[in-house]
């Protein structure tokens, strides 16, 4: 491949004199309008990217990062104006370009790799052809000698079977691998840089993993700059030599991966390490931080830190002037007026922080649940034939990945779906679907759903959303309705003010907390939790992890709590099922899991985690191929197709049995419990383990 | 939108960007506006259409047949010396009357059908959808012909025979964004707090279903006077003395090649009126659907 | 390909059922005309050629005394041989002079149709390339003017320019007689006669699939596939018709194949507006004399072709769209 470079002559000055970085932003504003309001969604953006460096941008939603992006590919929506500043590729100043030189470069020395890989590939083209047209666009190649080069893309990409796969249209293949697709297509010219805006976001863990692992391993064949555009931290931290935090459309702080992790020098960078749980911790655990406020009106902006509001730190000046950069170290940088904070450690320390001492009584028990839901190619098993059972104030976690049928156990119990065989007992009483329940029985059971903008109907006030639960089952009487909304509201720290809004004008994480507040209204025994911070951002789900642990100690009920974070789970619950393919692999409490021995899945799950944590050694292994689909029957161990200490005939043969590790800690494993628990862990804390 | 000289047309596209979504803005009232002014305004004509005509419209003037618009008749007098203007007016009545209650029927059964269709599903869903799919394998036009031809041409062999007709049509649009609604969580939410079929329909289910009900509603009410007109000018629509706007233009068609005004007098009125309805509908459907959402614009 | 039989099969037993539904609502729905068909041939044209024959015998050779069900049945599997009745006021056998009809019928219905295809698909994709331009604006005014106008004044207002003003065409079509005419005939004499009523009865189908069109194209030019092939650096010509159309049509098919049903329907403002000799003009004579074997057979026969067309698209679509299995 020629490398042709800028060829005028200050150009070349300029090359021959300083190395030119591959991506230089500087200065940059980017304002959308909307109407006559103008909101300064970016301002002041300035970094470089060096060839082959990964540069990851961190924001949480609402930062302005992908707009940061789009700015680089030229491709802002059309309402947003780049206001001033220089964005420069390889010295060029990408802003003074025709359309006809962008299309030159686009795909061919820069390219993108987006987020949501299904919507991004065109369904009605073959995968293959999609990845061809680019070479077809910009080497002129003629169409067999593309296909060619297409399927040898396909496979340097670590798709099966690359020849076939090239044939198929996008909604036959699996997410990880239209995701791997579209990294062919970025990769298949061999660009300068590579712009990804959140590759992973919606993948499963340990697809994640791979594709991680993927991006590294064609960072270094091809030596292309990476402009990677996460909210994950966890990922910059496996993935990126330098990172940038964003917030509010500015850049708050900059600096090298490893040292930004180990001493982070901007509060809100202090504030988002602290928000995650952790996922190597000691037995105590701590409250999480929550950042508490929200992002600023940016149509309304004030001279001032942009991140004072709801900074823990801010003094006088904060409010008065807005900072700019320092130095806080060797390629470090932060726009802060300080850079030593004597952090009080005023986090209350709970002695347990997962629910005080679950009762010996089951509250709820499944038997030999079955859910199956005809398709047209059969019968498909959501939910095999598996047990398990809640105890009265016990916090349950069900963990798993996306299709392991965690939230059809979930719908089952709450009785939103029939179950095909087995049954469901409650206090020892069998009960099926909820229209056929009592009415003393429904409000014993409640859910908090997933989605924040799905969850509360959007023609109803929140008094609407709460007193109706309290009319249906006549919790209060009607006198006293509107004031038991409000302690309600107040419960979950909202104010009387919110009951007279709608559904539209509140955030997601407040649209949680109603739906927290609506399933505590009929004062229930048991709560079912479908993910509900999933698709939160990180500051807003430390909020509602706290809430749901403080109301769970208050009122000493059940949760069912879905998720598929493992940091989360390990926080919150006191059990967790591991769950594959609508089966059960291990049980135990959170620490049995963390702990060898474990099931080969468990093992997975957690060495896929990007963890944050500094001096943490993880152990690296991989699943291959895809998760089978529940459709047609798997003899034998469900993981056998995967599992990476497959032994034998025995796996594919014959479904294996729950051992006992100890009492509550059980995995259904056909490798002998001693080979289990000889395992090295795959977390260690400060030493490097090289398998 | 070329980005040549972004610092010089910076400025210049801020400005036009600006206005740009000013007049857009604007644009969409003015639909709603014209729309609403138009729709009222045959409304209030169709109301009070026999108090305000100039002339009544079954009165003969021997003495002024087939005469060009005047100033004691505005729009001119047909071959029975009839004032035009008058009998445009009071048709105005005959076709609102079908149309609207044919559309309210139609909306009224859409609803139900539509709405239960989605919530209950499966089973239930797959019949009702059925039997829906054959009666749209009726053109509107042949239905309608056939139920009127057949039980004789009257208002409410024609209101019932639209309704009908259109009642296939609003319930499969009702039950496609229904199915939207159905799967959403509150909807579980509600199943699970305990509400009954009947309050999750309608209490839960509906609200959100009226932005999309009245936009179809809108819509559906301008074909049905287009529909009205045509029965009516293929000599389906009420029989005479009502009078009638296309029965009107069918019959001095003959005519069209000395006076022509007969003819296009009430043709006018019903483009009139279906425009009218349509930016009605338009400005509605601008203002209840518009997606919230900002998405990325092809730089094409 | 191999699931591509049994699809088509399943889909021809679907169209089986409906049409067996919409004979029966047809035959249903006449079964409600006040009076029975005896009453009406003696005491309309038909009275002087009974002669001696009894009412009660001219019953039975309808076959009226059979129970209903019986009567449906004799007239459906009549169908089914092409037999559609013999029609009381001409006395004569319906099949011939509705498949006459219906072929002059489809001399109108079949350029409309092509018009509606290349007008409507042509004129959405410009508007959506160009949304928000004055190119859009007026393309889209255009198409809810058209959508507002009835196809009697839009007929009207053609015969009253080009016939009474211009006089470039006959005002009345009721000379026409296909049947000296060959093929080559009728195409030369197509633009002097045939043009306007095709126009006609293919406005406001044009003005349906361009705005589907236009509507169907910017949602997909929203798209994130779309932004995909713009960032790869796809030229914007390919990019709107070679990835964002595959996909955009598939919304305008159903709309084009709609309106062809409604086109077919349509023709019977159209012949009113032209005095054209097709079947549209044949059910509304039948329908004056409450000729119900003739209703029947036109409605029947008008009804099927629309459930065809859509059929049509149907299978179409499937074939167009890799994403839907044959269910």
Not at chain 1, 147 to 170: F, I, N, S, W
Not at chain 1, 364 to 381: C, M, Q
Not at chain 3, 310 to 321: F, G, K, R, S
Request: charged share 20%; hydrophobic share 45%; proline share 6%.
């Amino acid at each position: 491949m020629k490398n042709e470079n800028s060829t005028s002559p200050e150009d070349t000055a300029r090359n021959a004199s300083t190395k030119t970085p591959v991506l230089s932003v500087s200065g940059v504003d980017i304002t959308y309008y909307s109407g006559a309001v103008k909101f300064p969604a970016i301002r002041d953006i300035s970094f470089e990217i060096g060839a082959g460096e990964a540069f990851g941008l961190v924001g949480e939603s609402g930062s302005g990062k992908s707009t940061v992006a789009y700015a680089v590919m030229q491709y802002l929506a059309s309402n947003g104006e780049i206001d001033s500043g220089d964005i420069a590729f390889s010295g060029a100043n990408l802003m003074k370009m025709s359309r006809k030189e962008l299309l030159g470069l686009r795909g061919l020395k820069i390219s993108m790799v987006p987020q949501d890989p299904l919507t991004s590939l065109n369904p009605s083209h073959r995968v293959g052809d999609q990845v061809a047209e680019i070479l077809k666009i910009h080497y002129k190649l003629n169409r067999d000698e593309a296909h060619k080069r297409a399927v040898a893309m396909l496979g340097q990409v670590h798709l099966p079977a690359p020849e076939l796969t090239a044939l198929k249209y996008p909604h036959q293949i699996s997410g990880g691998q239209q995701q791997r697709v579209l990294i062919a297509m970025a990769f298949c010219t061999n660009p300068e840089l590579l712009i990804m805006d959140e590759p992973t976001t919606g993948l499963d863990v340990t697809t994640q993993a791979r594709i991680l692992d993927l991006i590294r391993e064609m960072k270094l064949k091809h030596k292309t700059a990476i402009l990677y555009i996460t909210h994950d931290l966890g990922v910059v931290k496996n993935l990126c030599d330098r990172v940038a935090i964003i917030y509010a459309g500015e850049i708050v702080e900059e600096g090298d991966v490893a040292s930004l992790f180990k001493s982070p020098a901007h509060p809100y960078t202090q504030g988002l390490l602290k928000c995650i749980p952790k996922t190597y911790t000691h037995k105590t655990q701590k409250k999480l931080d929550a950042i508490e406020g929200f992002l600023p009106n940016l149509a309304d902006l004030k001279p001032a830190c942009i991140f004072a509001p709801r900074c823990t730190f801010a003094q006088e000046q904060c409010h008065q002037q807005a900072p700019s950069f320092i130095a806080c170290g060797e390629n470090r940088r932060t726009k802060c007026y300080f850079t030593e904070f004597d952090a009080p450690d005023d986090a209350e320390e709970y002695e347990n922080l997962r629910a005080s001492s679950p009762s010996k009584r089951v509250l709820v028990k499944a038997d030999r649940l079955k859910k199956v839901y005809p398709t047209k190619r059969g019968d498909l098993r959501a939910v095999d034939d598996t047990s398990f059972e809640c105890k009265r104030g016990e916090i349950l976690g069900i963990v798993g990945e996306s299709g392991c049928g965690k939230t059809t156990m979930a719908r089952c119990i709450v009785g939103l779906e029939d179950v095909s065989d087995g049954e469901i007992s409650y206090d020892g009483n069998k009960i099926g679907m909820v229209r056929k329940r009592s009415k003393e029985m429904r409000r014993k059971i409640q859910m908090v759903f997933q989605n924040p903008e799905a969850t509360l109907n959007p023609q109803k006030t929140i008094e609407e959303i709460i007193t109706r639960p309290l009319a249906l089952y006549k919790i209060v009487p009607k006198a006293k309705r509107h004031q038991k909304a409000v302690e309600l509201l107040e419960t979950v720290n909202l104010t009387e003010r919110y009951l007279s809004r709608y559904p539209h004008e509140i955030s997601g994480g407040e649209k949680q907390r109603v739906g927290i507040a609506r399933a505590f209204a009929t004062e229930p025994e048991l709560i079912i939790l479908d993910e509900p911070i999933s698709s939160l951002d990180v500051s807003v789900q430390a909020g509602i992890l706290n809430l749901l642990i403080d109301l769970q100690r208050k009122h000493h009920i059940a949760y069912i709590f879905i998720g598929h974070n493992l940091s989360v789970i390990r926080h919150l619950c006191n059990r967790v099922m591991v769950v594959y393919v609508g089966r059960i692999c291990e049980v135990g409490t959170p620490d049995d899991l963390f702990e060898p021995p474990y099931h080969p899945y468990t093992e997975a799950l957690l060495s896929a985690i990007p963890v944050v944590e500094p001096n943490i050694e993880q152990k690296e292994i991989r699943l291959q191929g895809i998760m089978p689909n529940a459709i047609d029957p798997i003899p034998g161990c469900a993981f056998h197709t995967r599992c990476p200490r497959k032994i034998g005939d025995v796996c594919e043969k014959n479904a294996p049995a729950e051992v006992e590790v100890k009492p509550g800690h059980h995995i259904a494993c056909h490798i002998p419990l001693e080979e289990l628990a000889a395992v090295n862990p795959v977390f260690k804390y400060g030493r490097r383990y090289v398998f | 939108m070329s980005k040549n000289d972004s610092t010089q047309s910076g400025f210049k596209e801020t400005i036009s960007g600006f206005l740009k979504n000013r007049l857009s803005k604007i644009n969409f009232t003015a639909n709603l506006i014209i729309g609403v002014v138009l729709l009222l305004g045959f409304v209030f004509i169709g109301i009070f259409a026999p108090y305000i005509t100039p002339h009544d419209s079954e009165e003969m003037y021997y003495e002024h047949l087939k005469e060009m618009p005047s100033a004691e008749f505005l729009l001119g007098t047909d071959r029975y010396g009839r004032d035009i203007l008058s009998r445009v007016m009071m048709g105005t009545r005959t076709t609102l009357l079908i149309a609207s209650t044919s559309t309210l029927i139609a909306l009224f059964l859409g609803i139900i059908f539509g709405a239960t269709s989605a919530y209950f599903g499966g089973r239930t869903d797959n019949i009702m959808m059925r039997i829906n799919d054959i009666f749209m394998s009726f053109p509107t036009l042949i239905f309608a012909m056939l139920v009127i031809g057949v039980l004789g041409p009257s208002m409410v062999n024609g209101i019932i025979a639209i309704g009908i007709i259109y009642a296939p049509r609003v319930t499969r649009v009702v039950r496609s964004q229904a199915l939207n609604i159905v799967h959403m969580e509150y909807i579980d939410a509600a199943k699970v707090g305990g509400e009954s079929s009947f309050y999750i329909i309608f209490r839960e289910m509906l609200p959100n279903l009226w932005p999309t009900i009245i936009v179809e509603g809108s819509i559906r009410l301008g074909y049905a006077i287009l529909l009205t007109a045509g029965l009516g000018y293929i000599g389906l629509g009420p029989p005479p003395p009502t009078p009638d706007w296309g029965l009107m233009a069918y019959s001095e068609r003959t005519y069209m090649f000395e006076t022509p005004w007969p003819v296009f007098a009430p043709c006018l009125a019903i483009v009139i009126a279906v425009i009218g309805v349509n930016l009605f509908g338009e400005g509605l459907k601008d203002i209840l659907l518009a997606k919230g959402s900002r998405k990325k614009e092809a730089k094409v | 390909m191999k699931d591509f039989i049994p699809f088509i099969i399943k889909r021809l037993g679907a169209t089986a059922i409906t049409l067996i539904a919409i004979s029966m609502i047809i035959f249903g729905v006449c079964q409600l005309m006040p009076g029975d068909a005896v009453d009406m041939m003696l005491g309309g044209i038909a009275l002087q050629s009974l002669g001696e024959t009894t009412i009660d015998e001219l019953r039975k050779e309808l076959g009226l005394h059979l129970p209903v069900y019986q009567q449906y049945f004799n007239w459906a599997v009549g169908l089914l041989h092409g037999d559609l009745g013999t029609s009381y006021i001409m006395k004569a056998p319906i099949a011939p002079l509705v498949i006459d009809r219906l072929k002059t019928s489809l001399l109108l219905a079949f350029p409309a149709s092509l018009m509606m295809i290349v007008f409507g698909l042509s004129l959405g994709i410009l508007s959506a390339v160009k949304e928000k331009t004055w190119i859009d604006q007026g393309i889209s005014f255009v198409s809810l003017s058209m959508l507002s106008v009835p196809a009697f004044l839009t007929g009207s207002l053609f015969i009253y320019i080009f016939s009474v003003k211009l006089n470039w065409i006959p005002a009345a079509f009721n000379a026409l007689d296909m049947d000296g005419m060959g093929m080559f005939k009728i195409l030369a004499s197509y633009f002097g006669i045939l043009l306007f009523p095709s126009l006609t009865l293919a406005f406001e189908s044009i003005a349906y699939v361009n705005r589907q069109t236009r509507a169907s194209m910017i949602e997909e030019l929203k798209t994130n596939y779309v932004r995909t092939a713009v960032l790869k650096g796809v030229p914007p010509r390919d990019v709107v018709l070679h990835h964002a159309l595959r996909n955009g049509l598939l919304p305008a098919i159903t709309v084009i194949a709609f309106n062809i049903g409604q086109i077919i329907a349509g023709t019977v403002i159209i012949e009113v507006v032209f005095s054209y000799p097709g079947i549209g003009n044949l059910m509304i004579m039948a329908l004056k004399f409450r000729d119900v074997p003739l209703i029947m057979a036109t409605m029947i026969v008008i009804s099927s072709a629309y459930v065809f067309a859509n059929i049509a698209a149907d299978i179409l679509y499937t074939q167009l769209n890799p994403r839907i299995k044959y269910a």
